[in-house]
T-cell receptor
Framework: ETGVTQTPRHLVMGMTNKKSLKCEQH?????MYWYKQSAKKPLELMFV???????ENNSVPSRFSPECPNSSHLFLHLHTLQPEDSALYLC??????????FGEGSRLTVL | QKEVEQDPGPLSVPEGAIVSLNCTYS??????FMWYRQYSRKGPELLMY????GNKEDGRFTAQVDKSSKYISLFIRDSQPSDSATYLC??????????????FGKGTKLTVNP
């Protein structure tokens, strides 16, 4: 496989569920990101990891919990989400400023 | 004032038309300027990347940056139905501490009609 792979592509969960989104990059990049994309809003940066170390947490609610076990894998753990958290969650990796390689996203619906 | 402003459209043009997509920004510290293309149900993909004022051409696509006016544009010549997508501008700056600030526009939805 090449590029950035995200699973699952679609997820429906209740507000009391716990689920995780997974991202894997095969590009050898040092940085990985989680973005949230909602209708009619710009991409919102959630978390950044450089060399497995979290370098940015953009005031994201604690019901979102990232995990980066190595430079190729990134998880987003979800628990007690709200309906307004329904969105497309995009993972990206990069090696150079501004050059992000995105996965196809995980479409999350919170009931 | 938002850091990056982009008209969300939608924009609809006939096949073969020249398309102009634009963004304005307020932060004069931005150093890198990008255009991403996002097809429906896909993640964004980097289309054009530049770090200086002026024009950069790649096939039918031309990216233009005017730092004095804080204005960037993407031109698409001989537009094709396959160009139908949402186009997002993005710009970034690196801080002295080594972290990057990357800001996206809302995206402009383009439809090219055959």
């Amino acid at each position: 496989e090449t590029g950035v792979t995200q699973t699952p592509r679609h997820l429906v969960m209740g507000m009391t569920n716990k689920k995780s989104l997974k991202c894997e990059q095969h590009l050898g990049h040092n940085a990985m990101y989680w973005y949230k994309q909602s209708a009619k809003k710009p991409l919102e940066l959630m978390f950044v990891y450089n060399f497995k170390e979290q370098t940015e947490n953009n005031s994201v609610p604690s019901r979102f919990s990232p995990e980066c076990p190595n430079s190729s894998h990134l998880f987003l753990h979800l628990h007690t989400l709200q309906p307004e958290d329904s969105a497309l969650y995009l993972c990206a990796s990069s090696q150079f400023p501004g050059e992000l390689f995105f996965g196809e996203g995980s479409r999350l619906t919170v009931l | 004032q938002k850091e990056v402003e982009q008209d969300p459209g939608p924009l609809s043009v006939p096949e073969g038309a020249i398309v102009s997509l634009n963004c304005t920004y307020s932060n004069s510290a931005f150093q890198y300027f990008m255009w991403y293309r996002q097809y429906s149900r896909k993640g964004p993909e980097l289309l054009m990347y530049t770090y200086s004022s002026g024009n950069k051409e790649d096939g039918r696509f031309t990216a233009q940056v005017d730092k004095s006016s804080k204005y960037i544009s993407l031109f698409i010549r001989d537009s094709q139905p396959s160009d139908s997508a949402t186009y997002l501008c993005a710009m970034s700056v690196w801080s002295e501490g080594g972290s990057e600030k990357l800001v996206f526009g809302k995206g402009t939805k383009l439809t090219v009609n055959p």
